[in-house]
């Protein structure tokens, strides 16, 4: 029995890891196997990498960026989501490969084609089955991880918003380039509003699957 892969996308600061948590609760109390995981850490290894990354003080090179975060996925996919598919999990991911594209490719400016050849070695050709985009405004965005407070900060939430901005785009033109797969959710609204869209994209996807 093949599970499903969902993956949740946004710029930081989108709420999009609170929706995640909120749509993991309703399909488990309707008696669904649900596997919360995220990128970066989501496997042992994944929590290592994301320490060393995020919490470092030293400038990361971006190209050591790009490769740490493909490592973490590699483990990632072969460790923890393709044996929870076959199982027939529903697997749901804060973050994965659009991630990569968005972040080091619009973000940082790497080429695309090195993206999606990183990807591909990383993935091993795996691919969600939906992905949701929470999209807000870069402006609000940045607002919210401001007021989060410097504790609960990492070190890519101290990128500009000229930054957010370019990821943003980034997001928006795998949106027009994969209408099937990916879904656009209006982040800027209460979260009741986003959780009650969140869930009737994901039953209905759950259905056709």
Not at 94 to 114: C, I, K, N, S
Not at 159 to 178: C, D, H, M, P, Q
Not at 183 to 197: H, N, Q, T, Y
């Amino acid at each position: 029995m093949k599970g499903s892969f969902i993956t949740f996308e946004g710029i930081d600061g989108s709420g999009k890891t609170t929706q995640l948590n909120k749509l993991a609760e309703s399909l488990r109390n309707s008696g669904r196997d649900v596997l919360v995981t995220c990128e970066p850490g989501g496997t042992p290894l994944g929590k290592e990498i994301r320490k060393a990354f995020l919490e470092t003080k030293q400038d990361v090179e971006p190209l050591a960026e790009l490769l740490l975060f493909a490592a973490d996925r590699a483990q990632h996919v072969q460790h923890l989501i393709r044996p929870a598919l076959a199982a027939g999990r529903i697997v749901i991911s804060d973050r994965y490969a659009d991630a990569t594209v968005a972040y080091q490719g619009a973000g940082r400016g790497f080429d695309l084609e090195l993206v999606e050849r990183v990807i591909a070695i990383a993935t091993n050709g795996l691919k969600p089955d939906l992905t949701l985009f929470f999209d807000i405004d870069p402006h609000q965005a940045v607002d919210r991880m401001a007021f989060r407070g410097e504790h609960k900060m990492n070190r890519m939430d101290l990128e500009s918003l000229e930054f957010y901005t370019r990821v943003r785009e980034g997001y928006l033109k795998i949106a027009a380039a994969e209408p099937k797969r990916f879904r656009v959710i209006d982040a800027g609204r209460s979260v009741d509003e986003i959780a009650e869209e969140t869930l009737e994209i994901v039953k209905e996807n759950l259905a056709r699957v």
